[in-house]
């Protein structure tokens, strides 16, 4: 357990101690500014370079901007909507692709039937802990929030439905916060811009910019409705995706059946990271997909390379292919979609990018990027609760927050200019003082001829 976990503990034993009253932290929770979460699916990282987001740019130059996050493998919606509300890798927290099959018990997910608590039940999103120390959270559409996980939803929540509109939802999130204190943590989803960067693919640049000039629209509501309802000075705001996008083609198809014989497998998953379940003999299959594209690669589950962190799980079928970025797989037949994501985590084109605002964040300060990971430890150092085991670190991003000493990178440059001086002036006195010495005494000279035979006693080899 290491220090910061340590701190939560007792910070979070001190909470539930004063508050023995009312039960367990209900009565604390009132101290702590509430978090919300938002989410934009598939906004690439460098859509803000290239689109202009007026309400965005007010939101984090009075705030934090990391540029960049490295999300986990597969860059997928639901494997990376649990990561950022658990700190785990897709291994470790079981939602590991948007089609998954898991053979101890002969279960199939999909995005059309993703209920089944079984499926979420190998990790606890923060809602859940929060609620277990008393406190309240709320979730509009975000994946999880309206289903019975660890035997509880969040609080309050929407039942998942693609036609409620962003302000419905925001309108449903700014009410739970102000009429009930102890809502603590609130998680707002909205499917755009993966949709339009799907449909068009994201080079298509009319399209995006009519669905990113929405989605900025979207967070100038959003700080609009906070300012409104008070809660904007004293709310800790995160926006934040789960994945990038990127432009597909009719050019860069692989076509499977061309490989294997349908009938040698079950097709669990597609594109562009594709789950077979072999019917025949592994390596038959195996090798006839090693050899079937230079655009995609094939892995036997033992073989997936570590840093995808994405092998230690039953879900994960005995041969994943990884096709190479904007390359798409199909059984057989034509493309389905202009852009796609899913692929290496590596890849700059799969990131998202994440903003923070609020009492607890810098102001106009950035970072290059983080691990999407570490969003998790720092949402529950907001909280005040302690964190669960996870892949996170929460020095990775604690520089964000006001309340930690970090030192900035002018204070670094002028340090280490500092020890140079002091360093080059001691040489240079050291070498004024030997010059004025007599060089011809060598108090050391037994000490190297001791250590000389020591080197000769074979004893010490
Ligand atoms: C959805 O999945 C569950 C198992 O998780 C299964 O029992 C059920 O039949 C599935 N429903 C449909 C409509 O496929
Ligand atoms: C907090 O109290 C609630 C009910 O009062 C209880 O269900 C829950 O288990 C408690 N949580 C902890 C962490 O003690
Ligand atoms: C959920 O509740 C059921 C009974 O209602 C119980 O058998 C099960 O152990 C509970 N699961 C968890 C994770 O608490
Ligand atoms: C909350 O969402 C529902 C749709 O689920 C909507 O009808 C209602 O108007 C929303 N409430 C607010 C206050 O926006
Ligand atoms: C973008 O999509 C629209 C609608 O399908 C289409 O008319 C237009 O030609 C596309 N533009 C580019 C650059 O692909
Ligand atoms: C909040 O509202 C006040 C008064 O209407 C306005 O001056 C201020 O600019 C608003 N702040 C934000 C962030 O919208
Ligand atoms: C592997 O490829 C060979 C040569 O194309 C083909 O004859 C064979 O049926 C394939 N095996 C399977 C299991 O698809
Ligand atoms: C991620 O965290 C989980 C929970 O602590 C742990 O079991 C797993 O080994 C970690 N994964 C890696 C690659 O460290
Ligand atoms: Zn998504």
């Not at 997910?109 to 120390?133: C, G, H, M, R, Y």
């Not at 025949?280 to 570590?306: F, G, Q, R, W």
């Not at 879900?315 to 990884?322: A, Y």
Request: charged residues 20%; proline residues 5%.
């Amino acid at each position: 357990m290491n220090l910061k976990a340590v701190l939560c503990v007792l910070a979070a034993c001190f909470q539930s101690a004063i508050s023995l009253k009312t039960g367990n932290g209900t009565e604390t929770a009132r101290d702590l500014p509430p978090l919300l979460l938002v989410s934009f699916d598939g906004f690439r990282a460098d859509y803000l370079n290239k689109y202009s987001f007026p309400n965005l740019q007010k939101f984090y130059s009075d705030g934090v901007l990391i540029k960049q996050l490295t999300n986990v493998f597969t860059t997928k919606t639901f494997p990376n909507h649990y990561s950022l509300v658990t700190g785990l890798y897709a291994e470790s927290h079981g939602m590991l692709a948007s089609r998954m099959y898991d053979p101890r018990v002969k279960k199939i997910f999909t995005l059309q039937n993703d209920s089944d608590p079984f499926w979420w039940n190998e990790a606890t999103p923060i809602w859940v802990s929060l609620q277990k120390w008393g406190y309240k959270s709320a979730g509009a559409m975000w994946p999880g929030t309206d289903l019975q996980i660890q035997n509880q939803t969040s609080s309050y929540f929407l039942k998942y439905d693609s036609k409620v509109s962003f302000k419905e939802r925001l309108g449903n999130i700014t009410k739970w916060l102000t009429e009930d204190d102890s809502v603590k943590f609130a998680a707002l989803y909205w499917e755009e811009p993966d949709h339009t960067g799907h449909k068009y693919g994201p080079e298509n640049t009319t399209e995006m910019a009519r669905a990113l000039k929405e989605v900025d629209d979207h967070v100038g509501l959003l700080m609009e409705q906070l300012n409104q309802t008070g809660l904007w000075e004293r709310i800790n705001v995160i926006i934040t995706s789960d994945h990038g996008m990127v432009q597909c083609s009719q050019d860069r198809l692989i076509q499977l059946n061309k490989c294997v014989n349908p009938s040698s497998y079950v097709l669990v998953d597609l594109t562009p990271v594709t789950a077979i379940l072999p019917l025949t003999e592994v390596s038959v299959l195996y090798k006839n997909l090693s050899n079937c594209n230079v655009h995609m690669k094939a892995y036997l589950k033992a073989a997936i390379p570590d840093r995808l962190h994405y092998r230690n799980n039953e879900r994960i079928q005995p041969i994943i292919l990884v096709a190479d970025e904007g390359w798409t797989v199909v059984q057989q037949g034509n493309l389905k979609r202009l852009g796609d994501h899913g692929y290496d985590n590596s890849l700059p084109s799969m990131h998202p990018f994440l903003a923070a605002h609020g009492p607890a964040f810098r102001k106009d300060y950035w970072m290059n990027s983080i691990n999407s990971v570490d969003l998790y430890p720092l949402m529950c150092h907001l909280l005040g609760i302690p964190e669960l085991p996870n892949n996170g670190s929460f020095s990775a991003v604690h520089c964000v927050l006001v309340s930690e000493k970090c030192p900035d990178l002018g204070v670094i440059v002028g340090m280490v200019i500092g020890v140079l001086i002091v360093l080059s002036t001691i040489t240079f006195l050291f070498r004024l003082m030997k010059n004025r010495e007599p060089s011809t005494s060598r108090p050391f000279a037994r000490l190297e001829l001791q250590e000389d035979d020591d080197d000769d006693d074979p004893m010490l080899e």
